[in-house]
């Protein structure tokens, strides 16, 4: 394995933090559900100034290898708007300029293939094919919202071309 890459709430949750280095905006907190909140307030008192450094500095999109990978959407990284169906994939894609894409955010496995048109598979894995993309959301390892509350996760081999 070559590389490990998280599209969770590492970033999302820290960035909103950044807002205020010592407290979490209220409207911020007010939006959240019970646990996301809990966990919030837990992560603010756990990080140190080194942390938070580390954290503000990550990208909200990076390109690792020959895929890219973001939080919530392409097209605006920062807003935390949600892709929960084809056409908010859509609009993603005309910011996606690798084959595959892996996000976040939902914490509900879907994957979006764009060809002529933007489908949904239902399947989770997926075999890449040329002239294809691919936006792909593999679930949570946290708070699920597709009712299955075992970890979430998918590999990638850059050899086969396969998504599972």
Request: proline letters at 4%; glycine letters at 6%.
């Amino acid at each position: 394995m070559d590389y490990v890459v998280c599209s969770g709430e590492v970033q999302t949750k820290t960035t909103r933090l950044q807002a205020d280095e010592e407290n979490i905006p209220l409207a911020v907190l007010e939006g959240l559900n019970p646990l996301a909140k809990q966990a919030m307030e837990w992560t603010r008192d756990q990080l140190r100034p080194e942390d938070r450094e580390f954290l503000a500095n990550l990208k909200l999109v990076r390109q690792v290898r020959d895929f890219t990978i973001v939080h919530a959407t392409l097209d605006t990284p920062g807003s935390w708007t949600y892709v929960t169906n084809k056409f908010d994939a859509m609009a993603s894609f005309s910011y996606q300029f690798t084959q595959l894409c892996f996000y976040g955010h939902t914490h509900t496995p879907r994957i979006y293939v764009k060809g002529d048109s933007v489908e949904p598979l239902e399947e989770m894995s997926v075999t890449l094919e040329m002239g294809r993309k691919y936006f792909i959301n593999v679930g949570s390892a946290g708070q699920p919202r597709d009712g299955d509350w075992r970890a979430a996760y998918a590999v990638y081999d850059v050899e086969t071309q396969q998504v599972t």
